[in-house]
């Protein structure tokens, strides 16, 4: 059983380009959550999202950021008109359905780098 | 307003030597999680605690929550250089699993 698959791993944009993230969550789960950490400092939620549902967008910010979590695929978070501020490491996390009291698995990260 | 707050932010100790790691927060959520992560890495699940009073141990690592105090600790036994990583609580509000700043450890040979 795969563990949370996210890429491209590294990710380096010019500003004012679009940025795309993959994440594919564990095999069985429902239910991704986008987590933004900067660097030396802890992680901070995005947003949380079933399958064609976003449930808590609250720690999106309003503007040029988006994510989806189509049936079909893995879930994107893309980030439009990058700014070098959005340079950051982006985590995709998954649980099961239910939630089922356990924990959130990580993927390994996306680190962008805005120049 | 969601707080998690743990101390120390920054703790270095010695090998051999105990310490523990407190992880205070603000909501009455009895779910409540331990992760490490090394440097450039991804977040590794150490313990989950369920319920009040739950203790768990894995090697030189104890975890243990009290939800009426709103309190999970994380206490080091004989700590050794490969315990050195940056070590974060989280709980769980149903929407999200919501992280403490997280403590970084350092262990001195």
């Known amino acids: 059983n795969a563990g949370v698959m996210q890429n491209p791993r590294h990710l380096v944009r010019r500003r004012g380009q679009e940025a795309r993230l993959r994440c594919s969550p564990m095999?069985?789960?429902?239910?991704v959550y986008w987590y933004r950490q900067l660097p030396e400092e802890g992680l901070k939620f995005m947003v949380y999202l079933q399958k064609e549902n976003i449930i808590d967008e609250s720690g999106m910010p309003k503007e040029r950021f988006s994510a989806e979590f189509p049936k079909e695929g893995p879930s994107i978070l893309r980030i439009q008109q990058v700014v070098r501020g959005d340079s950051a490491a982006y985590f995709c996390?998954?649980?099961?359905?239910?939630?089922?009291?356990?924990?959130?698995?990580f993927g390994q990260g996306t680190r962008l780098t805005v120049v | 307003e969601l707080k998690v707050e743990q101390n120390p932010l920054f703790l270095s100790m010695q090998e051999g030597k105990n310490y523990t790691i407190y992880c205070n927060y603000s909501t009455t959520s009895d779910r409540l999680y331990w992760y490490r992560q090394d440097p450039g890495k991804s977040l590794e699940s150490l313990f989950v605690l369920l319920s009040n009073g739950a203790v768990k141990q894995e090697g030189r690592l104890m975890a243990s929550l009290d939800t009426k105090a709103r309190l999970s600790t994380l206490h080091i036994t004989a700590a050794v250089h490969d315990l050195s990583a940056t070590y974060f609580c989280?709980?769980?509000?149903?929407?999200?699993?919501?992280f403490g700043t997280g403590t970084s450890l350092t262990v001195i040979p």
């Open positions: 989280a709980f769980d509000t149903g929407n999200q699993f919501y």
């Open positions: 996390a998954s649980s099961p359905p239910g939630r089922m009291n356990t924990e959130a698995f």
């Open positions: 095999k069985g789960h429902s239910h």
